[in-house]
């Protein structure tokens, strides 16, 4: 690959990393994203609990706690908007004993101290009446009426896309191994695809940010993963939660929550153990007996329902409470690391924060006139997708013909993600674009036409789809 010059590299094309590089591509710079996976979002950022947080619960005064709130404004305003599935359900904070019960009023001063006024004390017969089916023993809770859920998928792809529609580089298989000692001007960032050139450096490589911070001679952090487990129960279950629920969170972690999620799921998770190895990515037997016994007691009728997946998400964390977000304005680097447990409900306000650290460090904005918005396929069950969409498959027989029968994912959708600004490089590119295979069977009955659709519009075989992964056709040269 030959080097090329740019003006800033985001190292990372997670949720952060893409926020910032959407942000960028509202002015006339030449940016782009340095990914060492083969997609979008496919590291932390698909593996969250997808809560779009108030921030009611964060340290007033932090940096977390102000972009936490800022972000949840940015991304409720910015998701209709761009296709981005929201649905503002509401949570309970849940009180199970006289302890818990007297911390609920302590919760609500911290919210207000956090800036978030609408939490308000509701008693146990309003909470069974919200919660007919909680379990026995709570005593009251905490009504945080403006909690969501998000889509975790759909966000980092909307903000890539949108940035590569504007004129982003997407560098995919890129992972950063080196920084050269580069010329007075330009940093030099020595890549598994080549060597490229910048003059502004944004690290937003999630767990692996303290690494690329000490490449920059930075020592500031250490990032220990907290792995976090979670178990799927499938739609049938949906009936059986309404809000988010939550428990009285430890000084360690929010706790074992209980959610619906916008494809129509209810999840239950996350569980928070500190591990040493970044791709602990595992499920374990005693973190999944864990998260059962305490959804017994959530919502007993749950743990009856049809488990549909388990899926485990490592939480950057550090040795500081508070994100490690760190401006080198002479050295022209930006270190956005710890990014822990709130990352995609602050992604957009992160964006922001930055933006305006390059800027100070130097970086000339100069508004780009042609801006082009974004607008995503629709992967929420709360509203019309293509195969209920009469217009639709009128306009386009493939989007009445059927694939994926548990998610209702038909083939039009399936070619559209194929063959997008940013095409699904793999069927976990395809899983996250369309929910193809997310649905009670896991792609037992879909899964080789899937593949084979895949496999055709990558011109390699059955065998390498299915494999160990293929070539992503999204890659730009850089
Ligand atoms: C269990 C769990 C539950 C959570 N629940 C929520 C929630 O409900 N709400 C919420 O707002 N947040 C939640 N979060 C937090 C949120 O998921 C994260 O804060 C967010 O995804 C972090 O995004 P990121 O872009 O910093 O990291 P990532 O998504 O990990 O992206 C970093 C990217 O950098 C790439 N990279 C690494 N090293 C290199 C390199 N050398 N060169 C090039 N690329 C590199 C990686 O491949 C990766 O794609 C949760 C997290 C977990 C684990």
Request: hydrophobic share 45%; aromatic share 2%; with cysteine.
């Given at each position: 690959m030959t080097a090329a010059r740019y003006d800033v590299a985001i190292v990372g094309a997670g949720v952060v990393g893409a926020a910032i590089a959407r942000a960028l591509a509202h002015y006339r710079l030449d940016v782009v994203m340095l990914e060492?996976?083969?997609?979008?979002?496919?590291?932390t950022s698909k593996a969250n609990t997808a809560i779009l947080h108030t921030g009611f619960d964060t340290k007033p005064g932090s940096l977390e706690s102000r972009l936490v709130r800022r972000g949840y404004a940015l991304l409720s305003a910015y998701g209709p908007i761009a296709g981005i599935p929201i649905e503002r359900i509401g949570a309970l904070v849940i009180a199970w004993d006289a302890e818990q019960l007297a911390r609920l009023s302590e919760i609500a001063a911290n919210a207000r101290a956090a800036g978030y006024t609408a939490a308000r004390p509701i008693a146990l017969a309003e909470l069974t009446r919200f919660e007919p089916d909680l379990g026995a023993g709570a005593l009251g809770a905490l009504a945080i009426p403006d909690e969501g859920i998000v889509c975790p998928f759909t966000t980092p792809l909307a903000f890539a896309t949108e940035a590569v529609m504007n004129g982003t580089t997407l560098a995919l298989g890129?992972?950063?191994?080196a920084r050269a000692p580069?010329?007075?001007a330009t940093h030099v960032l020595q890549t598994t695809r080549g060597a490229i050139h910048a003059d502004h450096v944004v690290n937003?490589?999630?767990?692996?940010s303290d690494e690329i911070d000490r490449l920059f001679g930075h020592e500031g952090f250490t990032i220990t993963p907290r792995r976090g487990e979670l178990i799927v129960y499938d739609?049938?279950?949906?009936?059986?939660?309404n809000h988010v629920l939550l428990p009285v969170p430890t000084a360690r972690t929010k706790g074992v929550l209980v959610s619906p999620t916008v494809f129509g799921n209810v999840v239950l998770g996350p569980t928070a153990e500190d591990v040493?190895?970044?791709?602990?990515t595992g499920s374990t037997p005693a973190g999944l007996a864990r998260l059962v016994a305490q959804g017994r007691r959530l919502?007993?009728?749950?743990?009856?329902e049809e488990v549909t997946a388990i899926y485990v998400g490592l939480r950057a964390a550090t040795?500081?409470?508070?994100?490690?977000?760190?401006?080198?304005p002479a050295e022209r680097y930006v270190c956005v690391g710890?990014?822990?447990?709130?990352g995609l409900t602050a992604s957009m306000a992160i964006a922001e924060y930055v933006v305006e650290g390059l800027q100070d460090a130097g970086l000339r904005l100069e508004a780009r006139l042609d801006h082009r918005p974004v607008y995503m396929p629709n992967l929420s069950e709360r509203t019309e997708r293509p195969y209920h969409s009469a217009d639709a498959i009128a306009r386009d027989p493939a989007y009445g013909e059927?694939?994926?029968h548990c998610e209702r994912v038909t083939r039009g959708e399936i070619r559209d993600a194929l063959s997008?600004?940013?095409?699904?490089?793999t069927l976990d590119g395809l899983r996250r674009r369309?929910?193809?295979?997310?649905?009670?069977?896991q792609g037992f009955y879909c899964g080789p036409t899937v593949a084979a659709l895949l496999a055709e519009a990558r011109g390699c075989s059955l065998a390498d789809v299915l494999g160990i992964g293929v070539g992503s056709g999204a890659q730009d040269e850089m």
């Open positions: 060492a996976a083969d997609d979008v979002g496919a590291g890129a992972a950063v191994e580069g010329s007075v937003a490589a999630g767990l692996a739609k049938l279950a949906r009936p059986l939660v040493d190895d970044k791709r602990a919502v007993p009728a749950l743990v009856a040795e500081h409470r508070d994100y490690q977000i760190r401006f080198h710890g990014i822990r447990s709130t059927i694939v994926c997008g600004v940013i095409p699904a490089p369309t929910r193809a295979l997310l649905g009670r069977c």
